[in-house]
């Protein structure tokens, strides 16, 4: 569906916004408080449909959900005040300060103080020398996928978005935290867990208490339980191994936790820490990867120019990390992937002083909502939005586009630490599946998107597998 922008055709006529009087502060338009309701619906059952409704009234909306009022945000210049120019008024929103009950504070909901001393603890380990010492690790986790999918050709459908899970995790473990994952055959079904409950507190507005015996949150408990047992795994083992002395993520936290007064403190931090890293570690990559195929199916000329190059740069070997740049059409579909299907589909922020945001007032305690997800399908910005056309990346194609015009990385100091990472393990998966295999989804399948903590395919993508 392609957004409408306010001064556009078919746009809403009718807001709650009337008449300003002389002197008084602007006010964003929107819905009527007689939609709450349905407002309140679609924040249960259609975030996006959400974020949708609020770009049709243009570039800025107000949301008015019950208690909660929402100031949408969704011009380049407006995220850039929000994430980066003013970012210091803009704390972690409604969404996240409700998922912290889920997934503890963690660099992804962790605000201050708290927030840059995780950073700093964590930043090292992303460094472009020490991501490109990880290109063969990457390589061979890639090599271990084609090798599964090469069994399935011919054979049952396989889950794709399964199968980036694990892939994901085998990174992950392999690259961030000298683990091997794979033993934890229990992890994936536990973040499918903790991210039902991350939205259970978004809708409720944390106001269920976690002891309430709903189905949802006793499984959620559970969830809780096992992924504790595996942080304290990984944690012994380390120690076992090496003690603190290591260079990966398990022995920096390890280090940095040990310096809390209190012992407490120290093992929930190192729990939250943990649990987020490995969520958003591998959650975000394996999403991409799962909507890549999903399209290159939907466009097999696409496919044909990926399988082109990959042949042409790669030969029959493994790619090394020299090959990224090489890797030119792939790079370019990963970029246009992450334009319709970003992996954080919504930046929510919550104002800590009163400000004015593109000629708005914004109070105090308001809810602001940046939303990659419609700024990346804004018509001013992108010629037909909801096509998918890798050409539009393009780096010799000049695009006259505004920098926060695109950001699937998010922007300003919580910029994703782990980009050059992601983006590294997406062009070498999709370019070394792209040689041997191709994908094809199952007929009469309907994908469906599912906004949770990152933007991914309901219910899994089924696809049948056959040689390139």
């Known amino acids: 569906m392609t957004l409408i922008g306010r001064h556009a055709k078919g ?11 002389s002197g008084a502060r602007r006010v964003p338009p929107g819905p009527p408080p007689w939609a709450a309701p349905s407002l309140f619906r679609k924040l249960v059952a259609d975030r996006l449909g959400m974020m949708t409704l609020a770009a049709t009234y243009g570039d800025a909306a107000r949301l008015s959900i019950g208690p909660k009022t929402l100031y949408f945000f969704n011009h380049p210049d407006q995220a850039k005040y929000v994430l980066a120019d003013n970012s210091g008024n803009y704390h972690k929103g409604v969404g996240l300060v409700q ?17 840059r001393k995780q950073r700093r603890m964590i930043q090292p380990v992303f460094q472009n020398k020490r991501i490109s010492q990880q290109a063969g690790t990457i390589a061979e986790e890639a090599a271990n996928l084609v090798a599964r999918l090469r069994a399935r050709t011919g054979g049952e459908p396989v889950d794709v978005v399964q199968e980036m899970t694990w892939l994901s995790l085998g990174v992950l473990g392999r690259t961030l935290l000298d683990a091997d994952l794979g033993a934890f055959s229990s992890i994936g079904h536990s973040f499918e867990a903790v991210q039902d409950q991350a939205m259970f507190e978004l809708v409720t507005l944390s106001k269920v208490p976690m002891w309430v015996p709903l189905p949802k949150q006793l499984r959620f408990r559970r969830a809780r339980r096992e992924l504790q047992r595996i942080v304290d795994h990984l944690v012994a083992d380390r120690l076992a191994r090496t003690g603190d002395g290591g260079d990966d993520v398990v022995s920096r936290l390890i280090g940095s936790t040990r310096q809390e007064a209190d012992p407490r403190v120290g093992r929930q931090r190192m729990r939250d820490e943990l649990v987020t890293l490995l969520l958003a570690g591998h959650e975000t ?77 914004v109070p105090a305690g308001s809810d602001v909502l940046i939303s990659p997800y419609t700024l990346h399908r804004h018509p001013g910005f992108w ?20 920098r926060y015009a695109y950001i699937p990385f998010g922007a300003g100091p919580r910029f994703c630490v782990g980009n ?20 094809a989804r199952v007929p009469g399948y309907q994908v469906v998107a599912e906004p949770m903590l990152s933007l991914r395919i309901r219910g899994g993508l089924p696809m049948t597998v056959r040689p390139a």
């Open 285 to 361: 990559t394996a999403s991409t990867l799962s909507w890549t195929f999903y399209l290159i199916d939907r466009h097999p000329e696409v496919w044909e120019r990926l399988h082109a190059e990959a042949v042409e740069v790669l030969g029959d070997r493994l790619p090394v990390y020299e090959d990224l740049h090489r890797l030119r059409y792939t790079a370019m579909v990963v970029e246009e992937v992450m334009r319709l299907y970003p992996p954080v589909w919504m930046l929510p922020r919550e104002a800590q002083a009163d400000d004015e945001v593109g000629g708005y007032h």
């Open 99 to 115: 998922a912290r009950r889920a997934i503890g504070d963690g660099l992804l909901t962790s605000e201050g103080e708290l927030w």
């Open 383 to 402: 010629d037909a939005p909801d096509r998918f056309d890798p050409d539009r990346f393009d780096p010799d194609r000049p695009t006259g586009r505004p």
């Open 11 to 21: 746009a809403p006529e009718k807001s709650e916004r009337s008449p300003r009087p």
């Open 420 to 439: 050059h990472l992601g983006m590294m393990e997406a062009t070498f998966v999709i370019a070394m599946v792209a040689r041997d295999l191709r994908l």
